[in-house]
């Protein structure tokens, strides 16, 4: 037999890495409660074109596609929305409005492999489906900052921008909706030069070029400041200007509900997936160069899958980059205290009398772990040590003749004769 490993950039998740996925899981789950986001499960696989839409060419070439059995074009979810949007199309399409939707689980991309970049990826979901005002711009960014918080990071910081200053210059100058997205997508790469050569023979005018230029350097903290440069250069573009107004209020309201978080506004940002047309922004912490989430407005994407007009505004967090995080911030899980037990019979025959005791303390929410390698007692007693457990049930003979069991406080190393019935009691005080 060959030696069977995980596929490049896939992982087993273990021991302290799984549990703190699993705190961060918790975590977001708490905040889709707390913003009143109804949890939803979606297929990992959906059709090819569906998820290819309008994911953008980055997102696009990077798929895990196949065809199955019945010769469709199919392929793994890189991302959620595409999946809630055909929702809203089709099966919701009547429901009343706003939609609040959450989904946590994988996604699929060959990316290559390195520090906080996986080929299956772990995300939690928000999508706020029907508000076009910026109050709805504003919740997306404070429920980031919430679970960014509640994950217990102290340094996090967003970028931030707004695809409508750039779409909106653009389509004064009649360039394409296609040759737009590509322009984006080489923005968001950060190839500003092949950006401005595209935009320059789409047949956009000099004075155009200039402007993105120097939208392309105008970034900063001060948000008034930042906002009053884009509006100033973008002025001739009416459009733009309303895009850069939308940004000034959805991040005022941010600051007006007391939700402090450093922020970079940058006109020249823009993301990799097509379908954003608003406000658009991403997590950063500092010592890791990749995001820990992004998201923004996408008013046009419902519509793409046949549903009626419907305003949008959602955000992807990456639990992976958020778990990495936390380890270099050296974040204290804030764990409940449970007390764990292992039962252990000293002999075969009161191997029933274990599992009823064990049984008795989870029907009183006690985790129990019974023996089951048949064990001596000091190996069984070693094993339950290392794997932390608070207690030792001991169950002998003699003390079960009279009702009883020993119960051995592991950390403590003192035992007692202990009734039956007062086990319970003695293990949660
Ligand atoms: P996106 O939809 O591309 O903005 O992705 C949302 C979030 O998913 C990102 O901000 C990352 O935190 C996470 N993410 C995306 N791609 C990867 C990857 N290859 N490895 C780990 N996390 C990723």
Not at 217 to 232: A, F, L, P, Y
């Amino acid at each position: 037999m060959p030696e069977f490993k995980t596929l490049r950039g896939m992982r087993d998740i273990l021991h302290e890495d799984a549990k703190m996925m699993i705190y961060i899981e918790d975590q977001a789950r708490k905040i889709a409660r707390l913003y009143g986001y109804e949890e939803i499960i979606t297929p990992v696989v959906e059709s090819y074109e569906l998820l290819a839409a309008k994911a953008g060419d980055e997102v696009r070439s990077r798929m895990f596609i196949f065809k199955d059995l019945g010769e469709r074009d199919v392929a793994l979810r890189p991302e959620f929305t595409a999946s809630i949007a055909r929702l809203v199309a089709t099966t919701m399409r009547n429901d009343p409005k706003p939609f609040r939707l959450f989904c946590i689980g994988t996604v699929y991309r060959y990316d290559e492999p390195q520090r906080g970049r996986y080929r299956e990826i772990w995300q939690s979901n928000y999508e706020l489906i029907g508000p076009s005002g910026p109050e709805a711009d504003a919740e997306i960014i404070m429920l980031t900052e919430g679970l960014m918080r509640k994950a217990g990071l102290k340094r996090f910081g967003l970028k931030i921008g707004h695809v409508g200053v750039l779409r909106g210059i653009l389509s004064q100058e009649r360039v394409g909706e296609r040759e737009q997205s590509a322009i984006m997508q080489l923005m968001d790469k950060k190839e500003y030069d092949n950006a401005l050569k595209l935009v320059e023979s789409a047949g956009a005018s000099n004075r155009c070029l200039d402007i993105l230029r120097q939208l392309v350097e105008c970034r900063g903290t001060d948000v008034k400041d930042v906002v009053n440069r884009i509006e100033e250069i973008v002025k001739t573009y009416e459009k733009s200007v309303i895009a850069a107004e939308n940004l000034r209020e959805t991040l005022k309201l941010v600051s007006e509900s007391g939700c402090k978080i450093s922020m970079t506004i940058d006109a020249g940002f823009a993301r990799g997936l097509e379908y954003y047309t608003g406000m658009i922004f991403e997590v950063y912490v500092p010592g890791i160069d990749v995001a820990l989430g992004g998201g923004g407005r996408y008013d046009n994407l419902v519509e793409v899958f046949g549903g009626e007009a419907t305003p949008a505004v959602g955000v992807a967090h990456g639990i992976d980059r958020i778990a990495l995080a936390m380890k270099t911030q050296k974040t204290v899980l804030r764990t409940e205290n449970e007390k764990t037990v292992v039962v252990v019979p000293i002999k075969e025959e009161l191997r029933a009398e274990a599992l009823k005791i064990s049984r008795m303390l989870r029907d009183a929410d006690v985790p129990v772990e019974v023996e089951v390698m048949g064990r001596r007692m000091a190996k069984a007693l070693e094993d339950a040590d290392r794997r932390k457990a608070n207690y030792a049930i001991i169950i002998g003979e003699r003390e079960l003749s009279e009702g009883a069991v020993v119960v051995r406080d592991l950390a403590k190393r003192q035992q007692s004769t202990v009734k039956v019935e007062r086990i319970i009691d003695l293990v949660k005080s």
